[in-house]
C-alpha cells in the first residue's frame, strides 16, 4: 500500500519550466515502478513518463520526449518531473502513479496507486 500526493503545478508562461514532485508513503516505495500521467479536460488520460526501481531505465511518451526529465530519490520517497520548453499543449491536471510490477507500462489501468493530481496550466 502507498498515500501518493503531487505538488509543484501551476501558472507559468508558454518556454518556462516547471518541476512536480510527488511524496510516497509506505516502505516499500524504491519496489515501484513510478509514472506520471497526465489529462486534459474533454480527452483521455494520457501516459507521460515512468522510471523503473533503481531509476536508472526511463521511458517517454513521443510528445514529451528531449523536454520532460523523470527521476527519483528512493532515500526520498520522492519522484520527480522536470518539465521545460512548456508549450500551452501541456496544460492539464498531472497525476502520480506507481506499479507494484517490474516492467514500464504505458496505460493507465496497469498502475494500482494513484495520486489526486496537480494542475499544470501554460499560457500563451
Known amino acids: 500500500q502507498v498515500q501518493l500526493v503531487e505538488s509543484g503545478g501551476g501558472l507559468v508562461q508558454a518556454g518556462g519550466s516547471l518541476r512536480l514532485s510527488c511524496a510516497a508513503s509506505?516502505?516499500?516505495?524504491?519496489?515501484?515502478?513510478m509514472g506520471w500521467f497526465r489529462q486534459a479536460p474533454g480527452k483521455e488520460r494520457e501516459f507521460v513518463a515512468a522510471?523503473?526501481?533503481?531509476?536508472?531505465?526511463?521511458y517517454y511518451a513521443d510528445s514529451v520526449k528531449d523536454r520532460f526529465t523523470i527521476s527519483r530519490d528512493n532515500a526520498k520517497n520522492t519522484v520527480y518531473l522536470q518539465m521545460n520548453s512548456l508549450k500551452p499543449e501541456d496544460t492539464a491536471v498531472y497525476y502520480c502513479a506507481a506499479d507494484r510490477g517490474n516492467m514500464i507500462h504505458t496505460t493507465a489501468r496497469n498502475y494500482d496507486y494513484w495520486g489526486q493530481g496537480t494542475q499544470v496550466t501554460v499560457s500563451s
Open positions: 509506505g516502505r516499500t516505495f524504491s519496489s515501484y515502478v
Open positions: 522510471v523503473r526501481q533503481s531509476g536508472g531505465t526511463t
